[in-house]
């Protein structure tokens, strides 16, 4: 077999990919539109925005004809929460951590890059064991651009000391594959993530689709020739 693709780090997204953050999020979401007197959402209504920001989860909860300061107020509400219980339900995807110990044992490098704000990250890595062991932890404002421009990419790969053409890239979003490719790295969708309904991962030109966790180690494992 000719190897034309050397693989030296896996670079995950967070929310949705890496982690279930849905319900620490959505917890403080419903905790804030309480107090502001709007009535809970479900989860299932709310989920698939979170891999757009808070404010994109806020926006879906109350809609578009509510007063730019309610919504704001609202967003700050869940926010100073969240920030305050940043891991109380958080869990990793089925599968996850056996993922981690895998690459790490294939003497692989993996680290994260996310739209998440550093001040929401850094203690989220903390509190799940994961900062010492991530070869770098780029979040949304670490750089000056976010995803999907390459610059968040670049940086992670400055971090862990890797070229772009040497990742593969998992996410749950279309902006997620777009700033693997805009780099050069190959690029996985998530499909066990947070996925809208109008969502049709098939046309993001991700190299594979996702549905486990599982499936990375196996779609890893495929891709080695080094």
Request: aromatic share 8%.
């Amino acid at each position: 077999m000719v190897c034309d693709f050397k693989l030296s780090c896996v670079l995950f997204d967070l929310d949705g990919t890496l982690v279930d953050t849905a319900p620490d999020l959505i917890a403080c979401l419903n905790h804030a539109l309480l107090e502001h007197g709007f009535v809970n959402i479900p989860n299932e209504s709310v989920k698939p925005y979170i891999s757009y920001g808070a404010a994109a989860m806020v926006k879906a909860s109350i809609g578009d004809t509510v007063r730019d300061e309610i919504r704001q107020a609202v967003l700050k509400t869940m926010l100073d929460r969240y920030q305050d219980n940043i891991a109380e339900f958080t869990v990793f995807f089925d599968g996850m951590p056996q993922l981690l110990e895998a690459i790490e044992s294939q003497g692989l490098k993996w680290g994260v890059v996310t739209n998440k704000l550093k001040r929401y990250t850094d203690p989220l890595m903390q509190a799940l064991d994961l900062t010492q062991r991530a070869a770098c932890i780029v979040s949304g404002d670490s750089t000056g651009n976010s995803k999907p421009h390459p610059e968040p990419m670049l940086e992670g790969c400055r971090l862990a000391e890797v070229k772009p053409h040497e990742c593969v890239y998992i996410g749950d979003a279309r902006h997620d594959i777009e700033a693997g490719k805009n780099v050069g790295m190959k690029t996985l969708a998530a499909l066990y993530g947070y996925l809208k309904p109008e969502d049709v991962p098939e046309n993001w030109g991700a190299d594979a689709l996702i549905d486990h966790p599982r499936q990375i180690d196996s779609w890893i494992k495929s891709t080695l020739c080094n």
